[in-house]
């Protein structure tokens, strides 16, 4: 394993990726690129394989992400030697060990839910720390927003995730196209 690249697979659970309308609109494809990425991730060689951390977002009582129910579940089980880190912010850095467990120099490669809060601040938390981040467009997703205000006004999960790729990107993040999978856990 190579601890100069981590993976991060966010909120990968039961619930939130499910088919719509419980999971996000985007599920069928995070679903199928976030199994790809693991796969590639899973198959490299071990001097280049990333040190894989599951996520898992601990809800409050009645969320699809409430702490103990089938739809909390990581969809992907993790592999011997992956970690799985329960959290309960946005930022996964947050009130966890995982700070001690990605070296500040690492490369973060992030997949996974919600884009506009966990794999957000997760992205701006190892940015700040130093880290080469990557985000794989099409392998995270959220929900569609109702605004309470200003008239209702909503926005596509679609729109949202391209909003937090730009600003990311912005922010010193490289935003990946799926295509570049193949290469990303090579030694590159």
Request: charged share 25%; with cysteine; hydrophobic share 40%.
């Amino acid at each position: 394993m190579n601890s100069d690249r981590v993976l991060l697979v966010v909120n990968m659970q039961v619930g939130l990726v499910a088919d719509p309308p419980q999971g996000i609109p985007a599920a069928s494809t995070v679903r199928a690129n976030v199994a790809l990425v693991l796969k590639h991730a899973r198959m490299a060689p071990p001097e280049h394989a990333p040190r894989i951390v599951h996520l898992r977002n601990c809800g409050e009582t009645g969320d699809l992400d409430e702490e103990g129910t089938p739809t909390w579940e990581l969809l992907y089980p993790p592999h011997d030697g992956e970690l799985v880190m329960n959290k309960r912010k946005g930022n996964a850095f947050a009130g966890t060990g995982l700070a001690e467990i990605v070296p500040v120099d690492a490369e973060v490669v992030v997949v996974g839910v919600m884009s506009d809060y966990s794999v957000k601040s997760t992205c701006r938390a190892a940015l700040k720390r130093g880290n080469t981040v990557l985000l794989i467009r099409d392998a995270h997703g959220t929900y569609d927003h109702q605004e309470l205000t200003e008239n209702g006004r909503f926005t596509p999960a679609h729109e949202i995730s391209a909003q937090v790729e730009e600003e990311l990107d912005k922010a010193g993040a490289i935003v990946l196209d799926m295509s570049y999978l193949p290469g990303l856990f090579d030694g590159r």
